[in-house]
């Protein structure tokens, strides 16, 4: 039989939007919890939905899902809590590794390892999903709380971390990203963009960790060039919890009480941000300050560009090496809004009198705290931008952000 | 113990009798679209308890294998009536669609589990299956399961059957799942010989640097004997197309490039695994090296590799420690 070539089109857009067959899996917190889920998230098909009831599910182990197009939907991040603390095994609380997956409304509690990872799982949303550390921050907590990484596509709405000893949200390896409506506290890292490209941080509420948001960029790792991101309307406040991420992590060198730090990144504006109550600094921008065997990296940040932000007190209280001297010879007692390591082209910003900044005047990356020739400058409103490889100069890069399709996903 | 090595001797005769006409094992299991619930389905044994090969199912056994907690492991390749395998180099044997790869573990003299790989059409499976009480069967157990026993040692462990998904955590590349075991620098050269002359693959490989038989590596060189021990036990998930692609630690056989290897590389998200180190690897310095730190450590969050282990694998951390004290 022949099928009329606009019916067999037809027909299989339906089938891309809602397949035939999609189904709800029910499965209820109780006995045998961790098999019952599991054996749900291996069975699914794509569109469905495991819908988890209200209550605590106590797992032993693990999760993981590798089915496209599954939704993971609870009762509410306060009514259905997968809840790990006696886990054995497993790296992570969840592991989702396929596409097009929605994890929304649903708590994890207390993993060994990272809450929620998702590797190579492009266009995943995580709503309303909190992850905590229930006995506050400590360094035996796990190191990620949402953790999306080596992903496409990757929205992060809406969701609660605390009491992770890396970064409560950390994207890393990843580009189209949005990072936006989240409640992050007492993490070392609140938020952090690590060798990404197109990340868009916007709305978050972003409290009481060692450091609120970081964009970095690292060397030796299989993707780098992080950059083309856009850090915008966050309130940064009291970001003062002493570090307490284990040694031997790049996390473990931020300052407690830094607001928005920048790392060897290109193209980073932070604009309209309220940040207030960050002892070290607002904003830091800086070179990667290890030494490094990786002739395809650029430890320097380029292209970064402060403007309109609100800045309350800050600054008084810097938590690095030589920072209290630093403060006595200053008149304010307190540092300028951003600190600039002053490797590279300084930063941009035309925010008039908090245009200031400290540069630490380091003679060359790698450079420690003890050849810093520290000095206030005005930041200029005008660099030249530095010269583009032939290669890139024709493209421009995409706005930052997520697909829409996946705040479409969300209904609000 | 007996019944193993009875099945490894069987090894010898399997390849002798060439590829039974008639096939024995229940291709249609193997290949069809469905989850058999039982390993019995398969037809891969004409005996219960698993160990008598049917036509078509070959022993075999790694060099260095991976270790699970000390168990004992009997492996069998099946290929359906008159397929072939195809040597690819020192790599993987490139087994047809049809092939199964059964991998069977015993701890306390007892079957625990058998995990099967089945090539179909659509690509690789993972299913683990569990033995029962009696030892007559062993059933499907796709979200895994926890076995309260003992290791070879005599440590109480609970061991954990994976789940299948943690089955492609290990065997993904690229996403797609893949044998890991017979690579063909990690076999014997007379099983590869006699599996060719049985017409079983296409041509005997040419290996230029064979990783050494685990059981005497102390005389092998110890670099050999410590990266075919990474390589079996780290570098399914260590490697760029691994589930730990993300890390940049790659510990695969053929890998040169030092920063990749973990010598003076920084961890890039390996949270309280790091155990305060700075590094992956110091050469001179076990100690102070994140990847005998992980290999050391028996805690969640911390302990390497994160699925497979409930116990530490004593052998295989004074090989790696002493591979990277002698590192200069």
Redesign the interface.
């Known amino acids: 039989m022949r099928m009329p070539a606009l019916f067999i089109a037809a027909a299989t857009a339906l089938a891309l939007t809602a397949p035939a067959h999609a189904k709800t899996i029910d499965v209820a917190a109780g006995d045998g919890a961790q098999a019952r889920l599991q054996e749900a998230l291996i069975v699914a098909e794509p569109g469905d939905v495991v819908q988890l009831g209200a209550g605590r599910f106590v797992l032993t182990d693990g999760l993981s899902l590798d089915v496209n197009g599954v939704t993971v939907r609870g009762a509410g991040m306060q009514s259905t809590v997968l809840d790990f603390t006696g886990q054995q095994g497993a790296g992570e609380g969840l592991l989702v590794t396929s596409d097009d997956v929605t994890l929304r409304d649903f708590a994890v509690e207390n993993t060994k390892g990272d809450g929620i990872k998702s590797k190579g799982a492009d266009n995943i949303v995580y709503y309303r999903v909190r992850v905590t550390w229930t006995g506050g921050p400590k360094e035996t907590n796990g190191a990620y709380g949402i953790y999306p990484v080596s992903s496409t596509g990757v929205l992060v709405d809406g969701c609660e971390v605390s009491g992770a000893s890396d970064a409560g949200i950390y994207v890393g390896q990843s580009k189209a990203i949005t990072v936006r409506y989240n409640f992050v506290e007492q993490n070392v890292a609140g938020i952090e963009i690590e060798n990404s490209r197109d990340a868009f941080v916007n709305d978050n509420f972003v409290t009481r960790n060692t450091g609120g948001i970081l964009v970095f960029d690292l060397p030796n790792l299989p993707v780098m060039g992080g950059g083309n991101v856009i850090i915008t309307r966050n309130i940064v406040f009291g970001n003062d919890t002493p570090n307490f991420a284990p040694k031997g992590n790049i996390v473990a060198t931020v300052p407690r009480g830094t607001g928005i730090m920048v790392m060897a990144n290109d193209s980073v504006s932070i604009a309209k941000n309220h940040l207030d109550a960050n002892p070290t600094a607002h904003i830091m921008v800086v070179s990667y300050p290890m030494p490094f065997k990786d002739a395809r990296y650029i430890p320097t940040p380029r292209n970064v560009l402060i403007l309109s932000n609100e800045f309350g007190l800050g600054g008084y209280d810097p938590a690095f090496d030589g920072g209290a001297e630093l403060l006595a010879g200053l008149e304010s007692r307190s540092l300028p809004n951003v600190l600039w390591d002053g490797l590279g082209q300084p930063p941009r910003a035309s925010d008039g009198s908090n245009s200031y900044a400290l540069s630490l005047n380091l003679p060359s990356q790698g450079s420690g705290l003890g050849q810093a020739r520290p000095k206030v400058l005005l930041l200029p409103k005008d660099v030249p931008p530095p010269p583009v490889p032939v290669s890139q100069a024709s493209k421009a890069p995409p706005y930052p952000g997520a697909p829409h399709e996946l705040e479409a996903r969300i209904t609000r | 113990m007996r019944l193993f090595a009875a099945a490894l001797l069987l090894m010898g005769a399997a390849l002798a009798a060439k590829t039974a006409p008639a096939p024995a094992a229940n291709d249609q299991a193997a290949t069809n679209g469905t989850y058999p619930q039982t390993l019995a389905e398969y037809g891969f044994f004409t005996d219960a308890a698993g160990t008598k090969p049917a036509p078509g199912v070959t022993p075999y056994r790694l060099n260095t294998p991976l270790w699970s907690d000390g168990a004992e492991k009997a492996r069998f390749l099946y290929l359906p009536p008159g397929a072939q395998a195809k040597a690819n180099g020192d790599g993987l044997l490139n087994l047809p669609v049809g092939s199964a790869l059964i991998k069977t573990f015993k701890l306390e003299g007892r079957l625990i589990e058998t995990r099967v790989l089945l090539h179909r059409p659509a690509g690789w499976v993972a299913l683990p299956y569990q033995w029962n009480a009696e030892q007559t069967d062993a059933r499907l157990v ?5 076995i309260d026993t003992r290791t070879p040692a005599g440590e109480a462990i ?1 061991y ?1 059957i994976p ?4 089955c ?2 290990c065997h ?1 590349l690229g ?1 797609q799942v893949v044998p890991i075991g017979p690579k063909a620098r990690n076999l014997s050269a007379q099983w590869l010989k006699d599996f060719a002359r049985a017409g079983m693959l296409d041509t005997v490989p040419k290996i230029t640097r064979r990783v050494p038989l685990w059981e005497e590596r102390a005389k092998a060189p110890l670099a050999d004997a410590a990266r075919g021990y990474l390589d079996a036990n780290c570098a399914h998930c260590h490697n ?1 197309q691994g ?1 730990a ?2 890390s ?1 630690l790659f510990l695969a056989w053929e890998i040169t490039d030092p ?2 290897l973990g010598f ?16 992956d690897i110091v050469p001179g310095k076990p100690a102070e090296s ?1 990847l005998y730190h992980r290999m050391a450590s028996l ?3 911390v302990s390497m590799p ?2 497979g282990r ?1 116990s530490l694998d004593r052998d295989g951390l004074q090989v790696v420690e002493a591979w990277i004290k002698g590192l200069r």
């Open positions: 796709l979200a895994g399961a926890r609970s954990a789940n299948k998904n943690q492609k955590e993904a996403g760029p589930a692609s993300n940049g920063v990749m003076g590389k920084r961890p890039v998200a390996a949270g309280r695994g790091s155990g305060g180190l700075q590094f994140i805690e969640g969050g994160e699925v409930a």
